[in-house]
């Protein structure tokens, strides 16, 4: 079992509803990130900006990105996650994807959609967490919204790493920085946010500040400008913070209804 997992956040814009653009930008950047990355995190909606118009996105889009990640993963031996526009049917699904190196992938669809853009008039809600064992980590991958519900995230599972992919508007930042410090106190749990930067077709703007917190909330990277940032996440170490403070063990239970 792996004790420690060399990750890369992709802090970047995004080109507004065109898949192919984005994907020929990221393959760059990813093919660039150091040799020892073993997981590399994209924002949300990687391939077109938070767009409340997926009509306008080819339905072979999200099978075409996924095996574009699959590709990328084996050839690179590394992992790649982010969240995409997936139609299924008649129906849009905001889609995080947890590709490995072997191809396999692990889908989560976003269970809050975000209601003052009307995504939830747009895109299904999903029902279901999704916890990947990785390179002996226990991740549990959740999209943007969801950062704001904590019953949600609660860590129940005993994950080990919380991820938050989004397209978070510079306005609110303040409450993106603290609520991903406390998902991680809370949890006792790294956590992960990785926000895009940016102006999008619709005039939003992100201010970025991805950043990787320790389960005491401490800071193992940051920035607000358009970068990769790098962070080396320590099993051994978190367990051992785990043992001495067992704030897990008092959590309260309860029954979460659909």
């Not at 339905?59 to 996924?66: C, D, L, Q, V």
């Not at 949600?152 to 510079?170: K, M």
Request: charged fraction near 25%; glycine fraction near 6%; proline fraction near 4%.
């Amino acid at each position: 079992m792996a004790d420690k997992m060399n990750i890369a956040l992709v802090q970047t814009p995004l080109v507004w509803e065109d898949p192919a653009g984005n994907r020929n930008v990221l393959e760059k950047i990813i093919r660039g990130t150091r040799k020892d990355t073993e997981l590399v995190i994209l924002p949300e909606m990687f391939t077109t900006g938070f767009t409340m118009t997926p009509q306008h996105i080819a339905k072979g889009e999200g099978p075409k990105t996924i095996k574009w990640m699959q590709n990328l993963a084996r050839e690179l031996n590394l992992a790649i996650a982010g969240s995409i526009v997936f139609q299924d049917g008649d129906n849009f699904y905001n889609r995080l994807c947890f590709v490995t190196p072997d191809r396999s992938v692990y889908t989560y669809d976003k269970r809050h959609t975000f209601t003052l853009a009307g995504e939830d008039k747009v895109y299904q809600a999903g029902r279901e967490r999704l916890i990947v064992s990785f390179k002996g980590f226990r991740i549990c991958p959740l999209v943007c919204y969801d950062l704001r519900f904590p019953v949600w995230s609660r860590n129940t599972e005993n994950y080990d790493l919380l991820i938050y992919v989004a397209n978070w508007p510079a306005p609110r930042v303040a409450a993106w920085d603290i609520l991903l410090k406390a998902r991680a106190v809370e949890n006792m749990s790294y956590c992960i946010g990785v926000n895009r930067i940016g102006t999008d077709h619709t005039g939003h703007e992100y201010a970025g500040h991805s950043a990787v917190y320790d389960a005491l909330g401490s800071t193992l990277a940051y920035s607000e400008e358009e970068t990769v940032l790098y962070a080396t996440l320590e099993k051994e170490k978190l367990d051992k913070m785990r043992g001495k403070l067992k704030f897990l063990q008092d959590r309260d239970a309860f029954t979460l209804q659909p």
